[in-house]
């Protein structure tokens, strides 16, 4: 089974903090995603990777980083975080565009509490 | 730049009852379109996916979804809701199978007894 872990279940940080979310996948994906979720307005894509290295933008980059240095792991950073990010935070994770009839596989997530 | 829509936030059905979730998106391509399940404190997991061909898919759960063209529509149906199904439904699209995926707000069911 593919699995795509969050090291976090639950996190309570302070306004300010430097928070790190990690996720890791075991199916030696290429792509891999981080989503936010809120009620009523489903799952908003943050930031993501094709490679190695790489990251694009997704709809709602602002107040994010991400770092992808080995391949089976991706993740986000907050670098300063503040109460409006306080949220669930999915990370997903799928094979490449060869693969065209793949789907994408999700973390359990992680619930960030902002204080 | 795509969409997707599910007008119903919350649906309340008695078990046993039939069910259907709307789904309605934006798209200028032919989509990829999927339909995930999420249990209270838990992930999302895939109930099922339409690429092409028929537009009739059914997927895990007992769960069918319907791909109408012309429409702009994926309406998911189950014929029979268990208390089990409880949970908020996701409708996604995306361009390829594992890109990026757009998700509608979700729908929240909840079954009576």
């Known amino acids: 089974d593919v699995k795509v872990t969050q090291s976090s279940r639950y996190l309570v940080k302070r306004t300010g903090e430097k928070v790190f979310l990690e996720c890791v996948q075991d199916?030696?994906?290429?792509?891999m995603f981080w989503y936010r979720q809120d009620p009523g307005l489903g799952l908003r894509l943050i930031y993501f990777?094709?490679?190695?290295?790489?990251?694009e933008k997704g709809d709602i980059p602002e107040g994010y980083s991400v770092s992808r240095e080995k391949k089976e792991r991706f993740s986000l950073i907050l670098e300063s975080a503040s109460t409006n990010q306080t949220s669930m935070y999915l990370c997903?994770?799928?094979?490449?565009?060869?693969?065209?009839?793949?789907?994408?596989?999700f973390g359990q997530g992680t619930r960030l509490t902002v204080v | 730049a795509q969409s997707v829509t599910q007008p119903d936030i919350h649906i309340t059905v008695s078990e046993g009852a039939s069910l259907e979730l709307r789904c309605n998106y934006s798209?200028?391509?032919?989509?990829?379109l999927f339909w995930y399940v999420q249990s209270p404190g838990q992930g999302l997991q895939l109930l099922l996916k339409?690429?092409?061909?028929?537009?009739l898919v059914q997927g895990i759960k007992g769960f069918e979804a319907e791909f109408k063209r012309s429409q702009s529509s994926f309406n998911l149906r189950k014929p029979s809701v268990h208390w089990s199904d409880a949970a908020e439904y996701f409708c996604?699209?995306?361009?390829?199978?594992?890109?990026?995926?757009?998700f509608g707000g979700g729908t929240r069911l909840m079954v009576k007894p």
């Open positions: 798209y200028g391509a032919t989509p990829y």
């Open positions: 996604a699209v995306g361009a390829w199978a594992g890109n990026m995926l757009t």
């Open positions: 990777s094709y490679d190695v290295k790489m990251k």
């Open positions: 199916m030696d994906h290429e792509n």
């Open positions: 339409y690429f092409s061909g028929d537009t």
């Open positions: 997903a994770s799928s094979s490449g565009t060869g693969s065209v009839n793949t789907e994408a596989f």
